[in-house]
């Protein structure tokens, strides 16, 4: 079973992502967490790049770089651990992509799925959460210097929300919006009542 957790930056994805896997964990499932981009030498090189201010990138070009991290994160990690019935969790997905570079900054989005399904080889979440809060709220909760994406103002953070809503509504069965400005615990329950869903399912 493969999950993803997506949203905007500051929507509370690193502490609802550790509470899912305790979760996952205590109900016997051999857990196996990344981060795209990341989580191979390649992935954290181009991380880096990515996410600092240092290289000037065109959009396209910032596509592909998170397609090509994205790649061998399947190659090294995910398609291994699922082969092994593990279960995985991912720290975003192709998802972002399509919000991030297509609604967002104006790629083609039916083109960034495309591109993502032959970097992917077709290796998609399960169940992908996206949540969900205003972007000033969001923003408001990041507690250090923003990188290059979360630099680009309150327009650009609104089109993100838009972005993750609207292909939300085109999967509502693979992609599921939690409204992450409740409490934590309130947040966890409807994030383990989905996936329980998914893993009954599955």
């Known amino acids: 079973m493969f999950f993803s957790f997506d949203g905007l930056d500051g929507v509370g ?4 992502r550790e509470l899912f896997l305790s979760w996952l964990r205590a109900a016997g499932h051999d857990v196996v967490t990344c981060q795209d981009p990341g989580s191979t030498p390649l992935g954290e090189a181009i991380r880096g790049i990515l996410l600092g201010h240092q290289v000037p990138l065109a959009v396209t070009s910032e596509m592909l770089l998170f397609m090509a991290a994205r790649a061998q994160l399947v190659e090294d990690v995910i398609r291994p651990a699922l082969a092994e019935s593990k279960t995985v969790v991912s720290d975003r997905y192709l998802l972002a992509n399509a919000v991030y570079q297509g609604h967002a900054a104006g790629l083609d989005i039916e083109t960034i799925w495309q591109i993502g399904r032959v970097a992917t080889a077709g290796v998609m979440p399960d169940l992908v959460f996206v949540l969900d809060m205003p972007p000033r709220a969001a923003v408001a909760r990041i507690a250090r210097d923003l990188d290059r994406l979360e630099s680009r103002g309150a327009e650009y953070q609104a089109r993100l929300r838009a972005g993750f809503l609207a292909e939300a509504a085109k ?9 992450a400005a409740r409490d934590i615990d309130a947040v966890q329950s409807d994030i383990r009542a989905a996936a329980a869903r998914v893993l009954k399912a599955g």
């Open 171 to 179: 999967d509502p069965q693979r992609i599921v919006v939690i409204d």
């Open 13 to 16: 994805k690193t502490t609802q």
